[in-house]
């Protein structure tokens, strides 16, 4: 089990920046992928991002993104302190969330919760227009 503890979270005007983290402790080394997903109110939890750390695998470094975003955010991780970011820049209103960091095992359906075992408790992001 891997336990994930986020912060960075709160309120921004549209057009600024947050960087959110996520700590991770446990048997990470069960769990090379990490992502973000968020959730808005009365909807779905939806995937934002994710980042693979595996080096004996071909998906090595790769990272997906949420189409939405991918030109706004950035995930990266350090293995060193095991901890997963996701640079936002460019907020809108609608990335208006909370945001919940999540780790699984492997690259198949990588954009469905599903794919993630352990989550985090979440972190709230509110941007104002």
């Known amino acids: 089990q891997v336990q994930l503890v986020e912060s960075g979270g709160g309120l921004v005007q549209a057009g600024g920046s947050l960087r959110l983290s996520c700590a991770a402790s446990?048997?990470?080394?069960?769990?090379?992928?990490m992502g973000w997903f968020r959730q808005a109110p009365g909807k779905e939890r939806e995937f934002v991002a994710a980042?693979?750390?595996?080096?004996?695998?071909?998906?090595?470094?790769?990272?997906w993104y949420l189409n939405s975003v991918e030109d706004r955010f950035t995930i990266s991780r350090d293995n060193a302190k095991n901890t997963v970011y996701l640079q936002m820049n460019g907020l809108k209103p609608e990335d208006t969330a909370v945001y919940y960091c999540?780790?699984?095992?492997?690259?198949?359906?990588?954009?469905?919760?599903?794919?993630?075992?352990?989550w985090g408790q979440g972190t709230q992001v509110a941007v104002s227009s």
């Open positions: 446990g048997r990470t080394f069960s769990s090379p992928i």
């Open positions: 980042i693979n750390w595996n080096p004996g695998s071909t998906w090595h470094e790769s990272t």
């Open positions: 999540a780790a699984g095992r492997g690259v198949v359906g990588i954009r469905s919760p599903t794919a993630f075992g352990s």
